[in-house]
């Protein structure tokens, strides 16, 4: 079974201060996404990570994929209150399923 | 375009009753899915399609059935809930083919006695 774990689980923290979020697994994905969910919506599409090392930058999120392709991480500068969500990252096994990550649930305070 | 919608927002079963959870799509994607989001656990794919009269399980179907006549609806059934499938129950569609952004819908919360 192909899983994908987060770390933190939990993070909160200042405005203004920099934080990291990461998404491991044992299993080697095609490529890989990150989400964010807002309370009652569902997860929005924030960027998809293909090649082993790529860097891709959304204005102060800053994603990477591992050269393995088997982790990724999500960086975010100067965090602001509405960055606060649930960030999830999602696996493509390649087989028709996306292998969705247990989420880092941020709280940025003003 | 109003994406991917569903029905209900909310709902509250006793444990045995049967319901269908409903999902639409008007973008015309080939995939559709059902996902269950539980506290810590983030997402599990229940069951899957690739286009209409093709359907697939996922890591989690058991309890639920799908059928997909059409290309828009994908509904999910409920065949004698139970507390365990307590959860909020996401619909999602995408372009088939690998990296593909995939849209989900708002949320079903259910709720299991």
């Known amino acids: 079974t192909q899983l994908l774990e987060q770390s933190p689980q939990f993070l909160s923290i200042q405005e203004g201060e920099n934080l990291t979020v990461y998404c491991n697994s044992s299993?080697?994905?095609?490529?890989l996404q990150w989400y964010r969910q807002e309370p009652g919506e569902g997860p929005v599409l924030l960027v998809t990570?293909?090649?082993?090392?790529e860097v891709k930058k959304l204005k102060r999120l800053t994603f990477q994929f591992g050269d393995a392709r088997k982790d990724s991480s999500l960086h975010i500068t100067a965090a602001q209150p509405g960055d606060t969500g649930l960030y999830l990252c999602?696996?493509?096994?390649?087989?028709?399923?996306?292998?969705f990550g247990t989420g880092t649930r941020l709280k940025v305070l003003a | 375009n109003a994406g991917v919608t569903q029905t209900p927002k909310f709902q509250v079963l006793k444990t045995g009753q049967s319901m269908t959870l409903q999902c639409a799509q008007d973008?015309?994607?080939?995939?559709m899915s059902w996902y269950r989001q539980d506290p810590g656990m983030g997402l599990r794919l229940i069951h899957y399609?690739?286009?209409?009269?093709?359907?697939d399980q996922g890591e989690v179907p058991n309890g639920y059935n799908v059928s997909r006549s059409t290309t828009e609806d994908f509904p999910l059934r409920l065949l004698s809930a139970a507390p365990s499938q307590t959860s909020v129950y996401f619909c999602?569609?995408?372009?088939?083919?690998?990296?593909?952004?995939?849209?989900f819908g708002p949320g079903t919360r259910l709720t299991v006695l």
């Open positions: 999602a569609s995408r372009v088939l083919g690998s990296r593909n952004e995939q849209f």
């Open positions: 299993s080697v994905f095609s490529s």
């Open positions: 990570v293909v090649t082993g090392g």
């Open positions: 999602a696996g493509d096994s390649g087989t028709y399923k996306y292998i």
């Open positions: 973008m015309n994607h080939e995939y």
């Open positions: 399609s690739v286009g209409a009269g093709i359907t």
